[in-house]
């Protein structure tokens, strides 16, 4: 018997069931009775509702998926239901924020900006997650002023999320198929341009204030970074103007020491804050840094060019550097430079593993690493500003 039934209890409880029955025969071969057999269906049923959502939903959002905003165009895609508006959404900086904070913080991201999406649209409105960081919404019978008002409604919406500190921005885009004869698979693709036209203009200004806000962050969370990268900031500008840099150029130097560390964002605040030796798992680790500070920065038009000097600062003359193992002057001039107010402001501040060195011995220990850890030419430039400068 395929039929699935509720059983219920004595005591009123119910079981959903499935029962299958079958004849007793006699020794003539005649029905006699029969034995009917009932289970518990509960805990497959479950699976099978699990499975079954699974098939339409994306796992981390709870909303639909792909497949199911397909085969949904196309069931929508008739004439009682023109026009037909599809709404494309694209996440801004979740690749930045993937890099900095770690893919959960950009799981919460994805969420946060599901649920902004499901406040602001109708309950019966089909609201899918069709990749990594992309949203569709469908809309049938709407017209260009209900869309762009759905649109300035989940924009509202957004405004209420944050996502460690940082706004969550969605761009967004849409076509409407007014005609039986327009193909339904153009206007998303229509959507879809109109989007990324609107991200190119809104991505930029999004991204430097996420760059920004990163900043903020590893300086909140590890007091030592902010006071090292102002030291190295404040050496670059000054190595900077006595190399007769000009005035823009000082400037981006000032600029790249202030964020030279800022790939430690996505370290492990016990690394970053441990008080002894590190193991040498915890070194490799702190060694991803340059590269993490490149991603950051590159995705930013403005910071592009300093992205390049973040990954290269840790490089040495003698190429034993890291990441890339770069020599001489495969190395910028730039990250050469950094590299000098860097390795200059660790060796004279605190360590608890290390004694600090004075002005004096930090001066002896870059003439000895010359030529080999630095660039002579600039470790002899820096070494003229340290005997101008009594204030270094």
């Known amino acids: 018997m395929a039929n699935h039934t509720i059983l ?36 497959k049923w479950e699976r099978l509702k699990k499975i079954e959502y699974m098939n339409f939903h994306d796992d981390l959002t709870g909303l639909f998926n792909r497949r199911f905003f397909e085969e949904e165009l196309l ?24 890099d900095s904070f770690g893919h ?17 649209c109708r309950e019966d409105e089909i609201i899918a997650r069709i990749g990594g960081d992309e949203f569709a919404i469908i809309l049938p019978k709407s017209s260009s002023v209900q869309v762009e008002s759905v649109i300035n409604r989940i924009k509202s919406s957004l405004m209420n999320f944050k996502v460690s500190g940082i706004d969550v921005s969605v761009s967004f885009g849409f076509g409407i198929k007014y005609l039986v004869e327009q193909n339904i698979q153009q206007i998303q693709k229509e959507s879809e341009d109109y989007m990324y036209r609107h991200k190119l203009f809104e991505r930029s200004s999004i991204r430097s204030n996420t760059v920004e806000i990163i900043s903020k962050t590893l300086f909140e969370k590890n007091g030592r970074e902010l006071l090292h990268s102002k030291r ?53 680790e702190i060694k991803k840094h340059p590269e993490i500070g490149f991603r950051i920065l590159r995705s930013v038009n403005e910071f592009s060019e300093a992205a390049v000097h973040v990954l290269q600062h840790h490089e040495k003359w003698d190429g034993t550097g890291y990441p890339q193992g770069l020599k001489g002057e495969e190395i910028s001039i730039d990250a050469r430079l950094i590299a000098l107010a860097d390795a200059y402001d660790a060796i004279t501040s ?17 003439c000895r690493c010359l030529g080999t850890q630095f660039d002579p030419a600039i470790g002899n430039v820096f070494i003229e500003l340290l005997k101008e400068n009594s204030d270094i």
């Not at 964002?265 to 016990?270: M, V």
Request: hydrophobic residues 40%; contains cysteine; negative net charge.
């Open 8 to 43: 219920i209890t004595k005591d009123g409880s119910e079981i959903l069931i499935e029962d299958s029955a079958a004849p007793i025969l006699n020794k003539n071969h005649s029905i006699a009775g029969v034995v009917i057999v009932f289970r518990d269906y509960s805990e």
């Open 75 to 98: 069931r929508l895609d008739t004439s009682r239901n023109l026009p037909i508006a599809i709404i494309m959404g694209d996440i801004n900086g979740l690749k930045l924020i993937n």
């Open 104 to 120: 959960n913080t950009g799981d919460e991201l994805l969420k946060a900006s599901a649920k902004a999406i499901k406040i602001a």
């Open 232 to 284: 190295v900031s404040n050496l670059c500008e000054l190595l900077a103007i006595k190399m007769g840099y000009d005035v823009d150029h000082v400037a981006l130097l000032k600029t790249t020491g202030l964020m030279h560390d800022i790939g430690k964002i996505a370290i492990e605040e016990s690394i970053l804050n441990k008080s002894g030796k590190l193991t040498e798992n915890e070194y490799n």
């Open 350 to 366: 605190y360590r608890t593993y290390r004694e600090i060195l004075s002005k004096d011995e930090a001066s002896k220990e870059i």
